[in-house]
């Protein structure tokens, strides 16, 4: 993939650049995302990830190619080049079999994988990580790349029979935090040691040579490492540079190698201008995106019920309690405490599993009713101040249509106009 090499080629010369990647199926999430890249003239990086979209469905119940589909089309809508849209796969290996043998968990990802770049999927975070039933655990470096490699060269066999010469990328990695933030509460965070990312670089390039891929190596433009940065349900652990520069300076021997930086939702402006500039020049985000749609869709069921009847109001709030309760199993292994607790945590945790519940039914229906509410009335300026200040702002400066839609949208932008300023060398950031 051509942009990306490109870019990771500039980092290394020394420019001050770096792309985000929006890991989120959410319609309004991915519009947003592909509205701000619109703006900026930047490609986009959209990921998803091997629990969300697999072979099987995953729990959107997307395959790859229904996924690039879906993407194409939301681009399509947005004016948004589709030559621009880069599509990644994100923790692509036995993850979601990892209950089962190792063999069996193995033949699954290798069909996964095949899926993936079936479909036009042109980044591929190789993650084997984890340890299979029968599995000694902690696995090896040497044992997770071996695995990697084998799932390279299952990918690298399927471009070459479908697209002719290969333009994957891959990105690698042992230390690899769980997907959409910690289980458990934030304790100090251990940085990688600069020695163990070179054990990680070196197990990875000697078996993509066992394994007949070494041409591949050379499109290997990312390491996943952890630098020092997370989130749980109740805080962030910010990036603290002092503590990753003996990491940072390491990378810079490596001539085609970044770092990937998982779980930067909810940094500061400063810390992703930071991050970029000490070599994680792939910043992740996904939870802290449909947090601002929370936070969003919560603002605007406040001003519907400021404006309408109670009988004609969405009850967004209480549709999406009723659909947690009816299906616990997305949450209830992550939230613990008192009933109070829990309901708290429910609607407002920075882990944001409430996001597995916007698929639902009732729950995309009481959405669409509150969206329905608003659109037909003019929302009082006065309480887009109380409860969308920075919406409020855009509106007044004639920026901003003031309906539901172009509110929410412009929330989740907050977010990603952070990570654009980050990635870009131009923009100064201050604290």
Not at 159 to 172: A, D, N, T
Not at 352 to 378: G, H, K, M
Not at 404 to 430: G, K, N, S, T, W
Request: hydrophobic share 40%.
């Amino acid at each position: 993939m051509k942009p990306l090499l490109q870019l990771v080629q500039r980092h290394k010369q020394g420019e001050h650049a770096g792309i985000y990647s929006v890991c989120s199926a959410h319609p309004l999430v991915l519009e947003a995302a592909l509205i701000q890249a619109r703006e900026d003239g930047t490609p986009l990086l959209v990921e998803a990830t091997s629990n969300q979209v697999d072979q099987f469905g995953g729990y959107t119940g997307m395959t790859p190619r229904d996924f690039r589909d879906y993407a194409l089309r939301l681009a399509e809508r947005c004016g948004f080049p589709a030559d621009k849209l880069i599509l990644g796969g994100d923790h692509l290996g036995p993850n979601r079999w990892q209950k089962r043998p190792a063999a069996e968990a193995m033949q699954y990802a290798r069909d996964l994988i095949a899926a993936y770049v079936a479909a036009g999927f042109q980044k591929i975070h190789l993650d084997c990580s984890m340890a299979c039933a029968d599995d000694l655990a902690p696995l090896s470096d040497e044992v997770v790349a071996a695995r990697a490699a084998e799932l390279a060269r299952v990918a690298e066999d399927t471009s070459k029979r479908i697209f002719g010469p290969c333009e994957l990328v891959y990105v690698v990695g042992t230390e690899v935090p769980v997907p959409g933030g910690a289980h458990e509460d934030l304790g100090e965070l251990a940085v990688t040691r600069p020695e163990a990312a070179e054990r990680t670089i070196e197990a990875h390039r000697q078996a993509f040579i066992a394994a007949g891929v070494e041409h591949a190596w050379q499109r290997v433009i990312g390491l996943v490492v952890q630098p020092g940065v997370e989130f749980d349900h109740a805080s962030v652990a910010d990036y603290r540079p002092e503590r990753a520069a003996a990491l940072s300076r390491m990378i810079e021997k490596y001539p085609g190698l970044v770092y990937e930086a998982h779980s930067t939702d909810y940094q500061t402006p400063l810390a992703y201008r930071q991050l970029v500039r000490d070599h994680f020049a792939i910043l992740k985000v996904g939870p802290a995106l449909t947090f601002a749609l929370r936070e969003a869709l919560y603002a605007l069921a406040s001003i519907e019920s400021e404006l309408l009847a109670k009988n004609e109001r969405s009850h967004l709030r209480d549709v999406l309690e009723q659909a947690m309760q009816r299906r616990p199993d997305f949450w209830q292994n992550h939230y613990h405490g008192s009933q109070a607790e829990c309901r708290l945590a429910r609607s407002f945790s920075y882990s944001d599993r409430i996001r597995y519940y916007w698929p639902s039914q009732t729950v995309e229906a009481s959405c669409q009713t509150l969206f329905d509410n608003l659109s037909a009335i003019a929302i009082p300026e006065t309480l887009l101040s109380q409860y969308l200040p920075a919406q409020y702002a855009q509106v007044r400066a004639g920026r901003l249509e003031p309906k539901p839609r172009a509110l929410a949208i412009d929330r989740i932008r907050e977010v990603l106009r952070q990570y654009a300023a980050a990635c870009q060398p131009e923009q100064e950031i201050r604290a």
